[in-house]
């Protein structure tokens, strides 16, 4: 198989996969793409929140087939990419793949504290970090389900990657050296 300059990250919400594909694309000078982005934009032109997203998802496969067909065109047509994403892993098998894990309360505790109101308001998330972890395990759940009746695999198994960080015990910089560094032995 042949490997293409693409670094996919996947792992838990609150794990870091934004802030760490945004630094790894300014590091590296790739483009990003985050299917979470595309996600929710999916969401938003119908109205609905993340979590409602999901839960039409688990009944309506043409939103994961959206997302899905994206990121094989991307993985078809680009290089020099990083792609933040639940499934790219399972599309690129070419790319270099990482998974950054975290244990839920941290992940809720983490994104109650650093999100912006708009997006706290716009993704109905509860008053509380307990409860916000209760709706994102419910969340990986739903999409653990979906991706196993779609597709036949598991996002949150760690070994369908090449490199797994826990985000609890490194910092994002220190998550971005770990990265650079295994992805260049990987391309020798």
Wanted: hydrophobic share 35%; glycine share 4%.
């Amino acid at each position: 198989m042949n490997k293409k300059n693409i670094i996919t990250i996947a792992g838990r919400p609150g794990s870091g996969k934004s802030t760490t594909a945004k630094g790894l694309s300014q590091t590296l000078q790739y483009q990003r793409f985050s299917s979470g982005d595309f996600f929710r934009a999916i969401g938003k032109e119908r109205g609905i929140d993340v979590f409602q997203t999901n839960l039409v998802a688990e009944s309506e496969k043409t939103i994961d087939e959206l997302v899905d067909k994206k990121l094989r065109d991307l993985g078809e047509t680009s290089d020099n990419m990083i792609i933040d994403s639940r499934m790219a892993w399972h599309w690129m098998p070419y790319s270099f793949r990482v998974y950054l894990d975290l244990d839920i309360n941290i992940a809720a505790q983490r994104i109650f504290t650093n999100l912006e109101q708009e997006r706290l308001e716009a993704e109905h998330i509860p008053d509380t970090a307990q409860e916000y972890a209760v709706q994102l395990q419910q969340r990986l759940n739903s999409e653990e389900k979906r991706y196993q009746n779609l597709y036949q695999v598991n996002p949150y198994d760690i070994t369908n990657y090449d490199l797994v960080i826990n985000t609890e015990e490194h910092s994002t910089k220190e998550a971005q050296s770990l990265i650079v560094k295994a992805y260049n032995t990987w391309l020798q």
